[in-house]
């Protein structure tokens, strides 16, 4: 990855450059990660009306905790990755979920971004008061892994879940 990236709120502003992304994902047929971009983009601006909402406990189903969603974008103003940073851990998070879950496009994979991504998402961790982060991949997503580990991750443990999935957890200290 040679260009500069950034890392920004969901906006209108971005409208074309988030549709392309998501309806690259989807004729993929991959796993949309992180989950909230599963959510169409239709109309656009229910969709960013959910993402602020996301952010407001009061307005969140129980069991769910407050969250914060941005894009990744390229020099080019196309999005190229999206992260959701949950400010806190319920148990199903803690177990699975982590504070942190981040994707890149599939036609931009392996360029550097996921690293640039996941930086950047640290950063903005720390800034909403995140002291130590936990991040979870699934067991044999290398690339993943090796992200979180250039980050700082620390391996704590491995999790099955209900399908028999497997979950590593990572720990990364954040910095203020």
């Known amino acids: 990855m040679n260009a500069q990236v950034d890392l920004v709120e969901p906006s ?5 450059a988030y549709v392309s992304f998501y309806e690259e994902w989807l004729e993929s047929k991959e796993k949309m990660v992180p989950f909230v971009i599963c959510k ?5 601006q229910t969709m960013l009306q959910h993402l602020a909402d996301e952010r407001n406990e009061e307005l ?3 069991g769910w905790v407050p969250a914060s969603t941005y894009w990744l974008i390229d ?3 196309q999005v190229v990755g999206a992260v ?3 400010h806190r851990l319920n148990p199903k998070l803690l177990n699975s979920g982590g504070h942190i879950g981040y994707g890149i496009r599939p ?3 392996r360029k550097g971004y996921a690293t640039a991504l996941l930086g950047l998402a640290l950063q903005q961790a720390a800034r909403l008061g995140i002291s130590k982060a936990l991040l979870c991949c699934d067991s044999g997503n290398i690339g993943s892994e ?3 580990l250039k980050h700082g991750g620390v391996f704590e443990s491995e999790y099955t879940e209900a399908d028999g999935g497997i979950v590593r957890r990572f720990w990364i200290e954040l910095s203020r």
């Open 40 to 44: 169409a983009p239709y109309p656009f």
């Open 107 to 109: 036609s931009e994979r």
């Open 60 to 62: 969140l189903p129980d």
């Open 12 to 16: 209108d502003a971005y409208r074309e």
């Open 75 to 77: 020099a080019g103003h």
């Open 146 to 148: 090796r992200t979180i």
């Open 84 to 86: 959701n940073i949950r």
